[in-house]
């Protein structure tokens, strides 16, 4: 088969830009463009029913309600505590040194695809890296003549950080959050194998984080930084996105080491398992 450059069908993954501006935060013009994503997920032909059922309601709700409840929401959610984080190695690092240089290496692979951000922007931001992701599709076309998109490479992007997206859904599932199912379609699309009854049952102990206690004990025991580095453990609030044409043109896939997430779950568990003994 002959890969073309120029592609000539529709690129299906697309969904993953509408996904992606569904967690982030929200805004006026989404806010008001009920009929439009409504219609977008019936369209689509990746997500299974049961997840165009999902993110129709999801849609029917949040445009339903007043957009300043929607954002006080989504604040309470995602910007309070660290178990909700938007940022992929915030559940991987933490803090530790070793997210620094995740970030240093994941922009790196940015740049060997073509894809420039700003230096103040965390690339490990998911709004951001759907956006990515949604690009990279190849349009192939066989010896007839027929055109056909090939997601394999895009799937491979979601696998690598599909146990991250299922820990999101889960916790948001515990908080009978509609936004789970946000997180419910990103692991689907990935066709990753991930058994969420266990997964649930290994984050059932956590202690929650977005309480008024827990961020009070967070500042107590956080020090205070000021001068340059002061936000280097911060998160971004830039709104810049990779264009459609910043395509990644060699599969050099993020290694996410599912070890390593299983890690944190137990490190998580166990401490929320001593806040309650």
Known sequence: MTQVMAPATTNEMQILNLISAFIDYPTEELHQAQAELVQLIADNSLLSAEDKSGLTAFVDGRCNMDLLDWQSDYDALFERGRSLSLLLFEHIH????????????????????????????????????????????????????????????????????????????????????????????????????????????????????????????????????????????????????????????????????EAVVEETLEKETAKSTAGVN
């Not at 977005?210 to 930084?225: F, P, Q």
């Open 94 to 257: 933490g803090e530790s040194r070793d997210r620094g240089q995740a970030m240093i290496d994941l922009i790196e692979q940015y740049k060997q695809a073509g894809l420039s951000i700003d230096v103040r922007e965390l690339p490990d931001y998911i709004p951001l890296f759907l956006e990515f992701v949604a690009t990279q599709v190849s349009t192939q076309t066989d010896e007839q003549g027929n055109i056909s998109q090939n997601y394999d490479n895009a799937r491979l992007w979601l696998q690598d950080v599909s146990h991250i997206f299922a820990l999101l859904k889960v916790r948001l599932g515990q908080r009978d959050s509609d936004y789970e199912a946000l997180f419910t379609a990103l692991v689907h699309l990935s066709q990753a194998d991930i058994q969420f009854d266990e997964l649930a049952a290994q984050v059932k102990g956590e202690k929650r984080d977005d309480t008024k206690e827990a961020i009070d004990k967070v500042w107590e025991e956080e020090m205070v930084k000021f001068g340059p580095d002061a936000s280097d453990s911060g998160c971004s609030d830039a709104t810049n996105r990779p264009s459609q044409s910043q395509r990644r043109d060699q599969d050099v896939p993020i290694q996410f080491i």
